[in-house]
Structures are given as C-alpha cells and as structure tokens.
C-alpha cells in the first residue's frame, strides 16, 4: 500500500461545535501493545478519549496520533498500523466490559493519526534546512470495508456495540461533508449499517470513505427526521400541510435531479452561515456576561449553545432561507414589520419566532416598541402551540440596517425554556385556539397563523402562577450586529 502527505488544516465548524457538546475533559489513554511500537519502531503516541452527549445520544471519540520517524518503509508503516488499530479495539473491549451504560444509544469512533517527523541528522545545513527537517507531516491513509474483510477481521456482530475505524483524513472530509452534528449522527449509523453489511455478505459495501459520505448525502433519507417532525406538526395542527421547500428538495433527491446538487450546495451554505451566526451570538453574549458581574446565568452557556447548534442541515437552510428572504419583501411590509414562525425540522420541541422590525422609528411595530416584549412575545407563543413536546421558543429580533452602501443586521436573541404541557394542558389549549380561531374568522381578519403576523402579543397574566414560574427559569437575551460594526 503506497502512501502520501496531506496538508489539510485542523478540524473546521462541526469539530468547533462539538465542544459545546463534550461532558468532560479529555482523558488520556494508555494503549496496551503500543509500547512494542514505541520500542521496535522509534515512535510515540498520544491517546485521548472523548465524550459527547449529543441531542441523539452519545458520541464517543478516541484520538489516537502516532508519531513515526520520517523515513519509515511503506511495510513498516502498515505493520504499525494494524498493532496500533488492534491496541485501540482490545481498549475498547475492555471499556464495554466496565461500563454498566451499554445499553445507551450511542456511537464510538477511533480517529487514528499517522505524523512522520523528522529525526534532525546531520544532513541538515542551516537551522531553517533543521526546522524543515523536523516538521511534523501528516500521512495520509484510509480503511474502508475491504481493510475490516482481508486485513483485519473484526467481529461485527450487531448484537454488541462497534468501534468504528477512520483515519484523520477521513474523518476531516466526513466532518467538512456532513457539516452538523445531526448529520454526523445519521452518517456513523449509516456506516456501521454498511460494515456489518459486508460483514454478512463478504463482500465490501463501500470502497472508500469519501464515496460512501457523498452517496449518504444524496439520499432522500437524509430528510427522513424532518419529515416525521413535518408530519408531527400537521398532527398538532401547528400547520396546516406539507413544507413546500421540504417537499421540493426531497423529491429532487429521490429523482436525482440537476438542481438536488444546487438544493445541497445552498444548504451547506446555510450550514456554515448558521454556525457562524450561532456561535457569534453566544461569544457576544460571553463577552456581555464578564462585562457585567450581576448579570450572571445559572446555566452555561454551552447550553443555550446547544439549542441554537442541535438543528440539521434541512432546518438550517429553512432559518438561513427565512432570513435572506427579508429583502425581497415588498416595501410596504418592511416598512410594518412582521413576524416569521419558524419550527425546528430536527427537534420538535424547539420553535422559532423571527420577528422583523418596522423601519420607522417611531412605528407601533418599531425595534424601540417591540424589543422590549420579546420575551413576553415567547411565553405568549408558548402558550398557543399546541404541541407538547416543546421545550424552547427562540425568539430572533432581527432590524436591516443600510449604511454608507453596506447592510448591517443587528439580531436581538431571546431564548425561552418551556415547561412540558400536561396532556390536558394541550387539549385546554387546543381547545382554546380554536375558539380564537372562530373569533378571528368572525372579525374578517387578514392575520395569517404561523405566517407574516402583525407584532402583537397577549397581555401577560400577572397572577399566573405558571408565569411566575417561567419568569425565574434561566433565559439568554442579546443583541449582536452582523457584520460588526465600529460603533456597536
């Protein structure tokens, strides 16, 4: 097996994400065998075990980076391999027989790290000849289903959890494709699914790593877990029928059609954009926290975090896709204001309010008037959506600002915990929905439900008890501008 250098960076936006979603530090590992290594072959390594609670289960990651003198023979190369792969599932196994949490949901993974350096001869003829000499230069390499079926038989009985195998270079190019942690989830199910196919059949289900994430990414099944909360929310009658961008960009995939590629692109765009925003966002909200020392939240941020980073490739095209649409609004409803109801198409628990200000200063639906109610305008959404899983209503207060040529957009962010609704809660609340429906429907009003509505809210109930406890749960509340601007 022949070998190349790979010059890729570390890491990107989902490996920045799953920070917010590690349960502890990072522990180091010793790896029985790899003293043999370390000895015979002039190496070292490094071993670390992560742990992820993820919104679908639990992810676990052992990093295993090998260093290898620069000059090791190609079959030297494959030799270490194979001990260290060994060394890595004998851990595992041993980890399974501790742990009294098998039965949890959950997927491990060993990132295994091939870095050759360079040993500083004396053919070096300068310090900087030296310093090149000695830099660290990752191997490229990869596994796949054919190395598990001829070179290294593992047991891949699905009556017992599996470590799956990839090199870093693989695990970078799966990390860039997927983009989310929901898609990272659905994908090492995919995998495994794969591995255990070859297992039965003997016959390797995939050649390599790279086109087994780009067939699972043009799969229709990607949008299986947004259909089902799709369908959920038709079921709650918190709409009326199907999403028509979902449904578009599903049956683009199913027939493979040109514009699937085009519905792909745009939604690792928004991907990528909705990280950017998300993690802005908790970063400014940081920054306010250790500015003001009485301002302090009871719970980390890492969770509010959560919230905003748990949604999929499809419900972050349909945020990012609502947003960018506010300038092709006519002028008129600019000018008013209106508000967005956008539902989470990974949790059906999470809901979204995009409020868009008025442009007039002074306007009923004005930033001024409304920013002050956001959080008044999330107890009031919680209140009339009649599902009961929801657990967070996010509200987004979003103003379009022009400047010199340039357009600004500042973001005020409330996000909301709701307390789950008791099965008579929701019959009380459907109920009463459809009475205000019928009044609406009486008055010949033009307000669209869960479409552009005006910005008003019901007036809060002072002597509520449920009010007054939702008022000491912990919430988060900022405001941000998108690009930065000097004067912010």
Same mark, same amino acid.
């Given at each position: 097996?022949?070998?190349?250098?790979?010059?890729?960076?570390?890491?990107?936006?989902?490996?920045? *994400?799953?920070?917010?979603?590690?349960?502890?530090?990072?522990?180091?590992?010793?790896?029985?065998?790899?003293?043999?290594? #370390?000895?015979?072959?002039?190496?070292?390594?490094?071993?670390?075990?992560?742990?992820?609670? =993820?919104?679908?289960?639990?992810?676990?990651?052992?990093?295993?980076?090998?260093?290898?003198?620069?000059?090791?023979?190609?079959?030297?190369?494959?030799?270490?391999?194979?001990?260290?792969?060994?060394?890595?599932?004998?851990?595992?196994?041993?980890?399974?027989?501790?742990? *009294?949490?098998?039965?949890?949901?959950?997927?491990?993974?060993?990132?295994?790290?091939?870095?050759?350096?360079?040993?500083?001869?004396?053919?070096?003829?300068?310090?900087?000849?030296?310093?090149?000499?000695?830099?660290?230069? !990752? =191997?490229? +390499?990869?596994?796949?289903?054919?190395?598990?079926?001829?070179?290294?038989?593992?047991?891949?009985? #699905?009556?017992?959890?599996?470590?799956?195998?990839?090199?870093?270079?693989?695990?970078?190019?799966?990390?860039?494709?997927?983009? /989310?942690?929901?898609?990272?989830? !659905?994908? =090492?199910?995919?995998?495994?699914?794969?591995?255990?196919?070859?297992?039965?059949?003997?016959?390797?289900?995939?050649?390599?790593?790279?086109?087994?994430?780009?067939?699972?990414?043009?799969?229709?099944?990607?949008?299986?877990?947004?259909?089902?909360?799709?369908?959920? &929310?038709?079921?709650?009658?918190?709409?009326?029928?199907?999403?028509?961008?979902?449904?578009?960009?599903?049956?683009?995939?199913?027939?493979?059609?040109? /514009?699937?590629?085009?519905?792909?692109?745009?939604?690792?765009?928004?991907?990528?954009?909705?990280?950017?925003?998300?993690?802005?966002?908790?970063?400014?909200?940081?920054?306010?926290?250790?500015?003001?020392?009485?301002?302090?939240?009871?719970?980390?941020?890492?969770?509010?975090?959560?919230?905003?980073?748990?949604?999929?490739?499809?419900?972050?095209?349909?945020?990012?896709? /609502?947003?960018?649409? %506010?300038?092709?609004?006519?002028?008129?409803?600019?000018?008013?204001?209106?508000?967005?109801?956008?539902?989470?198409?990974?949790?059906?628990?999470? %809901?979204?309010?995009?409020?868009?200000?008025?442009?007039?200063?002074?306007?009923?639906?004005?930033?001024?008037?409304?920013?002050?109610?956001?959080?008044?305008?999330?107890?009031?959404?919680?209140?009339?959506?009649?599902?009961?899983?929801? +657990?967070?209503?996010?509200?987004?207060?979003?103003?379009?600002?022009?400047?010199?040529? #340039?357009?600004?957009?500042?973001?005020?962010?409330?996000?909301?915990?709701?307390?789950?609704? /008791?099965? !008579? *809660?929701?019959?009380?609340?459907?109920?009463?929905?459809? =009475?205000?429906?019928?009044?609406?429907?009486?008055?010949?009003?033009?307000?669209?439900?869960?479409?552009?509505?005006?910005?008003?809210?019901?007036?809060?109930?002072?002597?509520?008890?449920?009010?007054?406890?939702?008022?000491? !749960?912990?919430?988060?509340?900022?405001? &941000?501008?998108?690009?930065?601007?000097?004067?912010?």
């Amino acid at each position: 097996m022949s070998y190349s250098i790979t010059t890729m960076p570390d890491w990107g936006y989902l490996t920045t *994400e799953l920070v917010c979603y590690l349960q502890a530090d990072a522990t180091a590992v010793a790896l029985a065998g790899m003293h043999m290594i #370390e000895h015979d072959y002039n190496a070292q390594y490094i071993a670390r075990h992560y742990q992820y609670q =993820l919104p679908l289960g639990k992810l676990q990651l052992l990093e295993l980076t090998l260093y290898l003198p620069f000059d090791t023979g190609s079959a030297n190369i494959e030799a270490v391999r194979m001990i260290a792969v060994k060394s890595a599932l004998s851990w595992y196994k041993a980890s399974l027989s501790k742990n *009294e949490d098998n039965d949890a949901v959950g997927y491990d993974a060993l990132i295994f790290d091939i870095q050759l350096v360079g040993g500083g001869s004396s053919a070096a003829q300068n310090n900087k000849d030296s310093e090149k000499h000695n830099a660290l230069q !990752r =191997l490229k +390499h990869s596994f796949g289903a054919r190395y598990f079926l001829e070179d290294l038989v593992v047991d891949m009985s #699905e009556s017992q959890q599996q470590l799956q195998v990839f090199s870093w270079d693989d695990w970078y190019s799966i990390a860039t494709a997927v983009r /989310t942690q929901s898609e990272l989830w !659905r994908f =090492l199910s995919y995998h495994l699914e794969k591995l255990q196919h070859s297992a039965t059949s003997h016959v390797p289900s995939f050649e390599s790593e790279e086109a087994l994430v780009k067939k699972f990414l043009q799969s229709p099944d990607l949008f299986a877990s947004a259909i089902a909360v799709d369908n959920a &929310l038709i079921k709650n009658e918190a709409q009326d029928e199907p999403n028509s961008a979902l449904v578009a960009i599903t049956l683009a995939y199913k027939n493979q059609s040109t /514009t699937a590629q085009m519905y792909h692109q745009h939604m690792l765009q928004a991907a990528m954009l909705w990280s950017q925003l998300s993690m802005q966002m908790i970063e400014t909200y940081s920054e306010k926290q250790k500015a003001n020392t009485d301002d302090k939240l009871d719970v980390p941020l890492v969770y509010w975090q959560q919230q905003l980073l748990g949604e999929s490739l499809f419900s972050r095209h349909e945020l990012i896709r /609502t947003l960018y649409r %506010h300038p092709k609004q006519s002028a008129s409803l600019q000018k008013d204001g209106y508000v967005v109801h956008q539902h989470s198409y990974e949790s059906l628990g999470r %809901h979204y309010v995009l409020v868009f200000y008025g442009q007039e200063a002074t306007g009923h639906n004005s930033k001024a008037a409304v920013q002050p109610k956001l959080a008044q305008i999330a107890k009031d959404v919680a209140t009339r959506l009649p599902i009961i899983e929801l +657990h967070h209503v996010i509200v987004l207060g979003i103003d379009f600002i022009t400047e010199a040529d #340039e357009t600004f957009i500042d973001i005020d962010l409330w996000i909301q915990p709701v307390d789950t609704m /008791t099965q !008579r *809660e929701r019959q009380l609340t459907k109920q009463l929905q459809r =009475l205000k429906h019928q009044d609406i429907q009486h008055q010949n009003s033009s307000s669209q439900p869960d479409q552009q509505i005006a910005l008003n809210t019901a007036p809060a109930n002072k002597d509520s008890k449920k009010d007054s406890q939702a008022d000491r !749960r912990p919430q988060v509340h900022l405001n &941000l501008s998108i690009p930065a601007r000097k004067d912010k």
